[in-house]
């Protein structure tokens, strides 16, 4: 077993600790047929906002390895003077028609 499995499986045992404890207290402080809409209300709204942080994570690591092409870029060339630019048309002659290269 390796450390992230490790980790994965202790925040599982520590949000199931945390749920555990939630319905506990309501189903103490507040009576049945309320406590259990109450509860299903909270535990939507830790799931979601867990998933939320989570997404974030994934997205910051997302943005470290996005763009392969990042550092570089990818380089236009006018198809009709064959001026390099990365306008929309060509500052040369003006023309919209463009191709890629590297
Ligand atoms: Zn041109």
Not at 7 to 27: C, D, E, K, P
Not at 28 to 53: D, N
Not at 82 to 94: A, D, E, F, R
Request: aromatic content about 14%; charged content about 15%; overall charge positive.
């Amino acid at each position: 077993m390796d450390e992230n499995t490790k980790r994965f499986l202790v925040n599982q045992m520590v949000w199931l600790g945390i749920y555990f404890a939630i319905s506990l207290v309501i189903s103490i402080l507040i009576p049945f047929p309320y406590s259990l809409v109450i509860l299903i209300g909270v535990i939507l709204g830790l799931a979601y906002w867990r998933r939320r942080r989570f997404m974030r994570q994934v997205g910051s690591a997302g943005s470290v390895f996005g763009n392969p092409f990042g550092s570089k870029g990818i380089e236009y060339y006018c198809m009709n003077c064959g001026t390099k630019h990365n306008k929309i048309s060509c500052p040369n002659c003006g023309s919209k028609l463009k191709k890629a290269g590297f």
